[in-house]
Every structure is written in C-alpha cells, then in structure tokens.
C-alpha cells in the first residue's frame, strides 16, 4: 500500500463510532448479542513474609489466568446477528458449551481468543412472558496449548551418547596402564606391554574365559524366541516382549513383510558375525603390543555391538549381557616385576570388558519398553548395580575417566527409565473364582477386548480359553 493509501485508511479508522468498531459476538460460530462483561487480569505472585521483615518479598510466576464473564441473550431472528428460532440457537449454544476442548471466542472488544468452558459456565434463562426469548451468561478461561518439555525422545541419543563415553574412557584407561602412561599402580611411563610374551598371554587368556561367556549368548535360545518381538500380525501377537507393549509404541523398527525364515536367517547372520567379532578379538590379543592397543579396544567393541545386534528383545539384551558386565576372572597373586604386570594387565582387561558390556547395556536401555512400572522399576535397579559395581572398582583403580562416565551413565539410565515408568500402570494381582477367557477378562478389566493378549502374555495360560484363577497383569 501507498502513503496515502496508509493515511486514508487510518483516517477511516479513526472517525469509526463506538459501536463501530466492536466484534459480533460468538462461540465456537454461534453468535449472540451482549448486553456486558467482565475480565480479571493479572499476574499470579507468591507472597513471602519473614520474619522482622516489614515488607514481604513477592514472586513472580507469570501471568495469571484470564476469566471472562458476558451477558446477553438470544432472540428469534434478530436484526443485527440473525441467528433464526431462538430454540435452535439455545440448543446450538448449549451444544458448543459442552463440545470438548477449547474453542474460539469473538469478544466485542477482545477480539478473537480461544478459550473453555468451565462447569456451570453457560447460564440459560428462559421466562413465560418474555416469549422468543433467552438471557444468557457465559463463564470463559483462556486456554493455551498443552505443552511440556519432552526428554523421552533425546533420552536414547543421549544414552547412546554417553554410551559411547565410556566405550572410549576403559578404551584411554586400558591403554594408559597396559600400553603405556603414568599409573598409580606401577608408576612408570611405560605400560606392562613392556614385559611382552608374560602380558600378551594374560590378555589372551582373559579373552580366552571371556570367549566362554558369549558363545554362551550365542547359543541360549532367547535370541530365537525373541524373534517374534520384531514381527507384525497375528504370528508375534504373544512375544512383543520388551519392543512394545499396551500402552508404549515400539521403540524397535519392524518390517510388516517379514517372515519368521527371514528373521532366522537374519539371526543367523548376526551369530555369524559375533563369531567373526570374537576371532578379531582373539587375534588383536595375540597380536598386542605397544603399536596396536588401539586395535584390541576396538575389537572388543566391535564384539559389543554385534552381541546387541544379534538379540531382538531388548529385555533379554540386559539379561545376557549381565553376566559379561560382572565378569571378573580368578584372582592372580604374582610375584616379582613380571607378576605384578600380570596383575595389572589381567584386571585392566577385565575392566575394560565389563565396561564395554556395560556401554552395550546403555545403548540396550534407549530401546528397551517397559510393560509395567514394576518392571521399568526392577530393570533399573539391576541395571544400576551392575553399574555401581564398576563405579568402585573405577574409584578403587584410581580410573578417573571411566570412574565420571559411568557416574554420567548411570543418572542417565534413571531418568531415561523413570521417565518412561512414570507413564505406566503398576501390576496388581486379580483372582477369579472361576476360569475365564481372556477376551472376557480383559473386556472385564480394561472394557477393552483387544488387550487379550496381553493378559496372555502376562498370565501364560495353557489356553487362552481358560485363564488361571490368580495372575498378576496391569492394573490399568
């Protein structure tokens, strides 16, 4: 617009009457006219007194809530809002005051603001005498978006994050004391590696008993049964597992064209690749020394991420991996130099395995779905003592670097299960004097048939048809 074209216009608002200048009324689209009002402005405070303090120290926390009160009335076809038979127009206005949610108001004066109706908040008076006639009040809130801060999204990233903090924390402190550095334990610039074969052997044979423990993974049959959890449809509908539940979306993806044989063959390809990982690892011990340190941490990495890719039910991840995350070998009482570096070189190793399991256990908890708050409960408590746990060896082996991750880990793990618990009912016991099906007893429990297979989960009948008297399920 122009100059000019501004000018004229403003000079058109200016010279607007009163009554010119005013909104038709309405709510949520149906008018009425308004005989007056009311507002309540301000600002909600805090009043703190103290004592021998004349004058009181007030906070502030924000604005306080907008309430509006109108009166007017409705009347049969009107000359300035129209609206036709006044009975259509209560009906209209009664039906917009109980619709659900916020709604739009056009105020004479206020304009436009979105707003609820409390209870009571719509008063209707209707008279013998008065005819095509109603007076009406309203009771307005303003209402604003429902918005909280969100952290269940960036607690698996961060997770994942300080996850990997730690991988590289027992990598430094692995090398420091083995490859070579300054350590409270033997005090020298030079790592045990130094005294060669007598350590190269150590860290073979930790890896050695290591070896042990996952091929034991490898071969429980969780890591196949758990397939399921991944599946869509009627084939899995009994083994979601910790990748979904009733009341918390999947944080696993999964594939609606998948088969069980391709599933398999998949699992059968991560085996593959966990044994590939192991004789990596086995080598980079055989083959250490001062050049390559980095070569074995990074194997033994490579040996974490493959054992978590390779079991579906992030439930189960945190059950098989427990025992690698507490492995500490038989106890060696060295003499001499060449003893004392054995020492060394075999409790390092074991750190720094223990800890990578542990940094696995962390990426697990950013994909793991709870079924109930006593779940989310009990797996952080097991969780957090395979961390506490390695939180005092850390403080006692003088490992700073892993001793602050695992401490950054561990709050991490808390809130991220905490958080996601919160959300979730708790587990109450229910008896029944006789046996039910479990569409009925879930149609009973929740008046929702569909989470009958989730009591089946929960319950593990013989058959579905004839539920246990007493089982334990979700309490909403």
Do not use: C
């Amino acid at each position: 617009m122009s100059l000019l074209s501004d000018i004229i216009q403003i000079a058109k608002e200016s010279n607007k009457t009163w009554t010119e200048t005013l909104h038709k009324a309405s709510f949520r689209g149906v008018p009425f006219a308004v005989y007056g009002g009311d507002a309540r402005f301000g600002r909600r405070l805090a009043l703190h007194e103290y004592p021998g303090r004349d004058k009181p120290y007030i906070e502030d926390m924000g604005r306080s809530t907008r309430r509006i009160r109108m009166s007017g009335f409705l009347v049969t076809d009107s000359f300035i809002y129209g609206g036709g038979s006044a009975l259509a127009q209560r009906d209209a206005l009664v039906a917009a005051a109980e619709k659900p949610g916020p709604g739009a108001l056009i105020h004479p004066t206020l304009g436009a603001l979105t707003v609820s109706v409390p209870a009571e908040g719509l008063s209707v008076v209707e008279r013998w005498d008065m005819g095509r006639y109603f007076e009406i009040s309203f009771t307005f809130i303003e209402s604003g978006d429902r918005v909280f801060p969100s952290i269940t999204s960036s607690s698996g990233s961060l997770l994942d994050k300080l996850a990997a903090a730690l991988g590289l924390s027992s990598a430094l402190d692995f090398v420091r004391k083995v490859i070579g550095g300054v350590t409270a334990v033997i005090n020298a610039v030079e790592g045990v590696i130094k005294f060669g074969k007598a350590i190269v052997g150590m860290v073979v044979g930790v890896i050695a008993d290591f070896k042990v423990l996952v091929g034991r993974i490898t071969r429980d049959v969780r890591s196949i049964t758990s397939l399921a959890s991944l599946m869509t449809g009627d084939f899995g509908r009994y083994a979601n597992g910790n990748v979904s539940s009733a009341l918390i979306t999947s944080k696993k993806s999964k594939d609606s064209s998948a088969t069980m044989a391709d599933l398999i063959a998949k699992n059968t390809e991560n085996r593959a690749a966990v044994d590939a990982a192991m004789d990596n690892l086995v080598d980079a011990a055989a083959n250490l020394d001062a050049s390559n340190g980095e070569v074995f941490t990074d194997a033994v990495q490579a040996l974490m991420d493959s054992l978590v890719a390779g079991i579906a039910d992030p439930g189960d991840a945190i059950v098989l991996l427990g025992p690698l995350a507490s492995y500490t070998p038989d106890a060696l009482t060295g003499t001499g130099a060449i003893g004392s570096a054995q020492v060394v070189a075999q409790d390092a190793t074991a750190a720094l395995l223990r800890r990578s399991a542990l940094a696995a256990i962390g990426k697990v908890v950013a994909t793991y779905v709870p079924t109930s708050y006593d779940e989310a409960i009990d797996t952080m408590g097991v969780v957090t003592g395979f961390i506490d746990a390695e939180v005092l060896s850390a403080g006692d082996t003088g490992d700073d670097e892993s001793y602050n991750a695992l401490l950054a880990l561990r709050q991490a793990v808390v809130v991220a299960l905490t958080t996601t618990g919160a959300t979730l009912p708790n587990l109450e016991t229910f008896t029944f004097r006789t046996a039910l099906p479990a569409l009925v007893i879930a149609n009973r429990l929740y008046q929702d048939a569909s989470r009958a297979d989730e009591l089946i989960q929960q319950a593990d009948p013989i058959h579905p048809a004839f539920m246990p008297t007493t089982f334990k399920a979700l309490a909403r």
